[in-house]
């Protein structure tokens, strides 16, 4: 029995670092997002609900693509993040440690594309990243209440 669990547990962190490793790419290598050439200037939004404004306002002349992606896409592609999280270690099985985490390591990826002039730092990306990684523990959570009433 430990060392299925073993086992489960090292298949869950190379799924983990699988996940990581391909939100990377998206973030600063996809040519589909626009990473194909550093830029010449740092870009950055440190205004709340700016970009999302402004998402809503020009979603027709943008297109659906984009607004589905820089809305949605920031909560879809942290909540494997926060779901992960704990799955795979009970230190983060507390909604604060897992919101935390994933705030800092948004903070993190939003940082390194200003620094690396692949993206735009974007506080409102930040605070979606992190909704994405609550909503992510959150339906951990549901999962485990489910599971928990099945087996009763």
Known sequence: MKGRRKNLTRAGWLLFYLYIILLSYFLFFSESY??????KEYHYN???FK???RFFIYRQQLGN???IVNIFGNVAAFAPFGFMLPLL???YRRLFCSAFLCLLFSLCVETLQLFLKVGVFDVDDIM???LG???GYLFYV?????IGKKKC
């Open 46 to 48: 440190l205004h709340f």
């Open 34 to 39: 626009g990473r194909e050439n550093v830029m």
């Open 133 to 135: 990684g609550v909503l």
């Open 128 to 130: 979606m990243n992190t």
């Open 142 to 146: 549901l999962i485990n209440v489910f």
């Open 65 to 67: 693509e984009a607004f």
């Open 51 to 53: 970009e999302i404004k």
């Open 89 to 91: 270690d009970k230190r």
